[in-house]
């Protein structure tokens, strides 16, 4: 499998001095799914917005090998989609099909691809038929399947998802993982949920205070009791032996 | 999200709503631009508006007290303004009411307009007047995120009483300015976040849209059957 992110020695500081990634690297495989996990302000949500350039720190990132710039910024938001944690800050435009035009409207597609797009998204997400409803008037877990045909709109290479399945009720979580495990192509999660992590990803690296503490694979990690206690985690239920 | 207060009968089937979004606004335009022209004094033509107004009420189907209620409220300012402008009328008690008849019936029909029209629709409609995008765009994030505000507002406001026993005036002020402190915090959070979601899908500064269906040639017609009732008034009376 070829190699389509890769992040050497990244460093980033907020505006008010606090360091949330320190000189972090990692690589990631094509059609590879990985998991970010930790406790809370560990680094997750910020290393995920430096996938598509929201957040630009120190360090390299290269996305299928193009070097993370300004000039290139469009072109690395085709190919990398961010799912938000809240899907209200990702729906805002007044109807559902506004919303996911939005992307493919930036992306200068013909009118009937735009369409076309917007139908088939809705029909990945199962939410046929939602084109004309306004996004308040949804449940959690519709917007949420919404916020992700946003993202399936532009056809992206890779998914990076802040924490898909939080709030989310048992059948909805199902709906949403049901609809990840479909997509064909690179997935990237930061999240809690690490009995979603553990159906879903084989690969996970466990972040704390914005650097690497372990990376490798999901049943190993996720079964060291050890390390998720140093994490500020804990072992998912289904792998506690009786 | 429990809150109706823009569209609140968008659903009523009427023949009013049998009519486009963008011919139901341009009606409403022609009619407010059209009453400003109305010289003063002119009861006969003030009336004729009156019966259309009430036409058009009646073909909407809203309901009267809903419509009162709404109208009322929203002309105050409007009457305020026309009575103490009015003072320095000669004929203060005459212009009062002609001047503040003429905002009313302006109010009720833009009140029939945007209860009966689903708001996105409405927002389109703007768009296909050629108002300019960012304000189309200002409009729907008012509108998107409007529910979204008064639903934190409702649960700051809960969380505020589940821990208050005191009625005291002095702490309900308190209560009411970190409330709306923490409002704005979260409104700057929120279009930081916003934007960032934009940015995401390839947002590069200018707004895009799709292009809208046609209007059919009856939906011209019932534009200009309007129009005609608007207009013609002023040769005959």
Not at chain 2, 10 to 26: F, G
Not at chain 2, 63 to 74: C, D, G, Q, W
Not at chain 2, 102 to 114: A, D, E, F, T
Request: glycine fraction near 4%.
């Amino acid at each position: 499998m070829s190699e389509i992110i890769s992040i050497k020695n990244l460093s980033f500081k907020y505006h008010d001095g606090s360091e949330a990634l320190k000189n972090l690297s990692l690589a990631i495989s094509e059609n590879e799914r990985v998991a970010f996990v930790g406790g809370n302000g560990a680094g997750k949500s910020t290393l995920l917005l430096h996938l598509n350039g929201i957040l630009q720190g120190e360090g390299d990132v290269k996305i299928y090998g193009k070097e993370l710039r300004k000039s290139n910024l469009t072109e690395i938001r085709k190919i990398v989609g961010i799912l938000f944690e809240d899907p209200d800050d990702q729906l805002f435009c007044p109807t559902v099909s506004e919303d996911i035009a939005f992307g493919p409207l930036n992306l200068e597609l013909s009118e009937n691809e735009i369409k076309s797009r917007v139908k088939d998204s809705l029909a990945k997400v199962g939410l046929e038929g939602f084109e004309n409803r306004s996004p308040h008037r949804l449940s959690y877990g519709e917007k949420k399947r919404i916020a992700l045909a946003t993202l399936f709109a532009m056809e992206p290479k890779i998914l990076a998802l802040d924490e898909p399945t939080s709030n989310l009720d048992p059948k909805s979580r199902r709906k949403l993982i049901e609809i990840l495990k479909s997509f064909n192509g690179t997935v990237i999660l930061a999240t809690h949920d690490l009995e979603c992590v553990l159906e879903l990803c084989e690969r996970t690296i466990v972040l704390k205070n914005g650097e690497i503490l372990k990376d490798g694979s999901t049943r190993d990690i996720l079964a060291n009791e050890k390390l998720m206690l140093d994490s500020d985690l804990e072992v998912p239920v289904s792998l506690i032996k009786n | 999200m429990h809150h109706d207060f823009f569209d609140k009968y968008k659903d009523v089937k009427s023949a009013w709503s049998e009519i486009k979004p963008l011919i139901r606004l341009l009606i409403s335009i022609a009619f407010v631009i059209s009453l400003s022209f109305v010289p003063m004094f002119n009861w006969i033509i003030i009336w004729y508006y009156c019966f259309i107004l009430m036409f058009i009420l009646f073909l909407s189907r809203l309901p009267e007290l809903y419509f009162l209620k709404r109208t009322i409220i929203i002309s105050i300012p409007a009457f305020l303004i026309s009575l103490s402008a009015s003072f320095l009328k000669p004929n203060q008690g005459e212009w009062l009411l002609f001047v503040f008849l003429k905002s009313y019936l302006s109010i009720s029909i833009m009140v029939i307009l945007i209860s009966t029209t689903p708001f996105p629709s409405l927002i389109s409609s703007l768009e296909r007047i050629f108002v300019p995008r960012l304000i189309i765009s200002l409009l729907g994030f008012v509108y998107r995120y409007s529910f979204l505000f008064i639903d934190e507002f409702e649960s700051l406001e809960r969380t505020y009483k589940s821990r208050t026993i005191s009625k005291s005036f002095k702490l309900k002020k308190s209560a009411v300015s970190n409330i709306s402190a923490t409002l704005f915090r979260i409104s700057l959070e929120k279009s930081e976040k916003v934007h960032q979601s934009m940015l995401s899908r390839g947002f590069t500064g200018s707004f895009r849209t799709l292009s809208h269906e046609k209007i059919s040639a009856v939906q011209i017609s019932v534009l200009t059957i309007f129009l005609i009732l608007f207009i013609g008034v002023r040769f005959i009376v």
